[in-house]
């Protein structure tokens, strides 16, 4: 079972740095168990996984045997992927299964889904939660039945406080953390909640129907996790009951699963902006890594390659007025710029929820008028740097104005993507985030210097 108040209160926070690795390495190697002991008795079971990742695997694992079963099964749900299956390797069947048994069922069935089919199955018909374990395999990962948990305190309608208290002292110690007690009515539907301190505040006689909440904020299974952390950041909810289309109670997800989400979702985000998979850890081959980076590269060199054709295009061009050249950069760098700013708004807005869809109108239309504020700014201090320098020679109105024109459109066309491509991409089910990428920069440096090299036919080479 999860830890109680009572151990948890004596933990203590630490940052792992390369001294504590090297002494912890130093007492492993002198095989001072009582001394390790005490010093993983302080620590919370979050940094002895981050400390057993700074270390070689053998060394990882003699640790980790050090542990108490409780210990193990916690810090086991706190490892990355890649070592829980090193820890785990070569224990038995039953050993993995009464690790398992010591966690909450959401935690035990994110480390049953990590594990081979065979071992998997092997695994399942072991564990005391099997039934409750096997449902949650059964929701999306990223749903909100892929993060509830199946341990609550539940009463009927008909219970009244005193009764309703002692359900919670029954289930305190597997049921962590506690914040309220759920009501059920005789059809096991969903039909009010206690916070905890309504049990505090009422006679003991008092019926549970007289003083419980009834309107209770839900969700059902299969709802995105983004869509049940905006739920609960909205309405400052520490728990959210899930219940099916029947309103019948399946489990409950707390803040701190939820705290996970936000930061798995940013950092997600965060990964699609720089083209990376985000799958990495420090035990990884290099050959995974470059796997998960080299697509992004190499979409990238197409993109470079097709913007090294559109300058070839207008080489005739180049060949006959290279000043033209000075500019490239800046065209392909006001394009980039532009679209990221307008595209990261309108992630945050698609992310967040709060922009609609009949906002999007509008967005698009405030974008645009911003871009012909920023493009005419911006455009005529190129032009006039280009006048007070004198570049062109002889045509140097001609140079300032197709340079000017030029990066007016520029930044007007690639704000106007950077609203509408993240769009587009939420209507296919897409990451949004993806919009920011290095494909779609790449892109909007395309456009930029088609964009140019038009203009400065028209304005500075007829």
Do not use: C
């Not at 092997?122 to 939660?129: G, K």
């Not at 909007?444 to 500075?460: E, K, P, Q, R």
């Amino acid at each position: 079972m999860t830890p109680t108040l009572a151990t948890m209160a004596g933990y203590v926070p630490i940052t792992i740095d390369a001294h504590l690795v090297e002494n912890i390495r130093h007492l492993i190697a002198e095989r001072e168990d009582g001394m390790l002991l005490n010093l993983l008795a302080d620590l919370y079971p979050v940094d002895i996984a981050s400390l057993m990742e700074r270390l070689p695997e053998q060394e990882a694992r003699y640790l980790f045997l050090l542990l108490s079963d409780a210990r193990k099964a916690e810090v086991l749900s706190e490892l990355e992927p890649l070592w829980q299956e090193r820890v785990i390797e070569g224990f038995s069947v039953e050993t993995i299964a009464d690790l398992l048994d010591e966690l909450d069922t959401d935690d035990a069935a994110d480390l049953v889904a990590e594990l081979p089919e065979a071992l998997r199955t092997q695994i399942l018909s072991e564990l005391e939660d099997e039934e409750e374990v096997r449902e949650l395999l059964t929701y999306g990962e990223e749903t909100a039945g892929g993060i509830m948990g199946t341990e609550y305190v539940v009463v009927p309608d008909t219970a009244t406080i005193e009764e309703a208290t002692e359900a919670v002292r029954m289930h305190a110690e597997w049921v962590d953390p506690l914040h309220s007690v759920f009501v059920v009515d005789e059809k096991e539907r969903l039909v009010g909640q206690l916070p905890l301190k309504t049990l505090l505040l009422y006679p003991g006689r008092t019926p549970v129907q007289d003083v419980m909440q009834q309107e209770v904020i839900t969700t059902l299974p299969h709802v995105d996790q983004e869509e049940v952390a905006r739920l609960m950041e909205k309405y400052d909810l520490l728990v959210l009951p899930v219940v099916d289309e029947q309103q019948k109670l399946l489990g409950r997800i707390t803040i701190d699963d939820v705290v996970d989400v936000i930061r798995e979702e940013i950092e997600e985000d965060l990964y699609h902006i720089s083209g990376t998979t985000g799958d990495e850890s420090l035990g990884d081959s290099l050959l995974k890594v470059s796997r998960g980076r080299l697509p992004w590269l190499l979409l990238g060199l197409v993109g470079t390659m097709l913007s090294g054709i559109v300058v070839n295009l207008f080489q005739a061009g180049l060949q006959q007025a290279v000043v033209l050249a000075t500019f490239i950069p800046v065209m392909t760098a006001m394009a980039g710029n532009a679209a990221i700013q307008s595209s990261a708004i309108t992630v945050q807005g698609l992310t967040s929820g709060k922009l609609w869809e009949s906002d999007l109108v509008r967005r698009l239309l405030k974008e645009v008028g911003v871009a012909f504020i920023n493009g005419g700014v911006l455009a005529i201090l190129l032009i006039g740097a280009i006048s007070v320098l004198g570049l062109g020679g002889g045509k140097t109105l001609q140079l300032s104005l197709t340079a000017g024109s030029a990066l007016f459109s520029v930044i007007l066309l690639a704000t106007t993507n950077g609203a509408l491509i993240p769009v587009v991409l939420h209507k296919l089910g897409i990451d949004p985030a993806v919009s920011m990428g290095p494909f779609v920069t790449t892109a909007n440096d395309i456009l930029g210097l088609a964009v140019y090299f038009t203009i400065a036919s028209f304005l500075f080479l007829s």
